[in-house]
């Protein structure tokens, strides 16, 4: 079992830049596809990223594929989520989550066992 931790979020204007950590103990992380989701208040959780065991392959939401890139380091356990060119409409909490399942991490929700518990990104307008 692994336990997943986020940091690195807080209040930023729109434009600006933030990184997101998602800090591994327990497993290591090589085991695991991981993937970054997001929950902005009244609307679902969303798929934002993902990223495959070996780091070769990531996916990305439409909406972000250009100012957000998912990244991991399997020696320091920790996966990365750079997001640049904040718009307000990614305000929300953000949550790591681990695919023990699958090589490549995937949009589905359901498809990944472990969470972390959460980091709040407000962007300001």
């Known amino acids: 079992q692994v336990q997943l931790v986020e940091s690195g979020g807080g209040l930023v204007q729109a434009g600006g830049s933030l990184r997101l950590s998602c800090a591994a103990s327990?497993?290591?992380?090589?085991?695991?596809?991981m993937g970054w989701f997001r929950q902005a208040p009244g609307k679902e959780r969303e798929f934002v990223a993902a990223?495959?065991?070996?780091?070769?392959?990531?996916d990305y939401l439409e909406s972000v594929k250009d100012r957000f890139t998912i990244s991991r380091d399997n020696a320091l356990n920790t996966v990365y989520l750079q997001m640049n060119n904040l718009k307000p409409e990614d305000t929300a909490v953000y949550y790591c989550?681990?695919?023990?399942?699958?090589?490549?991490?995937?949009?589905?929700?359901?498809?990944?066992?472990?969470w972390g518990q959460g980091t709040q990104v407000t962007v300001s307008s």
């Open positions: 990223i495959s065991r070996n780091g070769n392959s990531r």
């Open positions: 989550a681990a695919d023990s399942r699958r090589l490549r991490g995937t949009v589905l929700e359901q498809n990944y066992d472990y």
């Open positions: 327990g497993r290591t992380l090589s085991r695991y596809a």
